[in-house]
C-alpha cells in the first residue's frame, strides 16, 4: 500500500491543461508540506513546485513558474497545469516534507502518474 497517490495525468495535447491530485490514506495530508516533482524519461527527478502546510507560502521550479499552480483542499494536494509543452512530458510525484514549511526534506512518497504532452 503506497503512501501517497497520484492521480489525473494523461495524454494531452500542446496548449492543453490537466490537473493532478495527491491524496493518502495512511497520512493526513494536512500535516505536512507537500512538494510535486517529476522525471522525464532518461532523466533525473527535478522539483516542480512545493505548498507549506497552511497553504500560505508557495513555490515553482523556473520551468514551471507562470504556467502551474500548486494549491491545496483539506486532505488532497493538486497541481493545476495549463499552456502545457511537450518538455512537461514526464512521470509526476507528490511527496511529504519533514516540516511544516518547503525544506527540501522528502519522507513519504508517491508511486507516480504519467503525464504525456503530445499533438
Known amino acids: 500500500q503506497e503512501w501517497l497517490v497520484e492521480s489525473g495525468g494523461g495524454l494531452v495535447q500542446p496548449g492543453g491543461s490537466l490537473r493532478l491530485s495527491c491524496k493518502s490514506s495512511?497520512?493526513?495530508?494536512?500535516?505536512?508540506?507537500i512538494g510535486w516533482f517529476r522525471q522525464a524519461p532518461g532523466k533525473g527527478r527535478d522539483g516542480v513546485s512545493c505548498?507549506?502546510?497552511?497553504?500560505?507560502h508557495t513555490s515553482y521550479g523556473s520551468s514551471v513558474k507562470g504556467r502551474f499552480t500548486i494549491s491545496r483542499y483539506k486532505d488532497t494536494v493538486y497541481l493545476q497545469m495549463d499552456s502545457l509543452k511537450p518538455e512537461d512530458t514526464a512521470d509526476y510525484y507528490c511527496?511529504?516534507?519533514?516540516?511544516?514549511?518547503?525544506?527540501?526534506?522528502?519522507?513519504?512518497w508517491g508511486q507516480g502518474t504519467r503525464v504525456t504532452v503530445s499533438s
Open positions: 505548498i507549506s502546510m497552511s497553504g500560505e
Open positions: 511527496a511529504t516534507e519533514s516540516a511544516k514549511y518547503c525544506s527540501g526534506s522528502y519522507k513519504y
Open positions: 495512511r497520512l493526513t495530508l494536512e500535516h505536512y508540506a
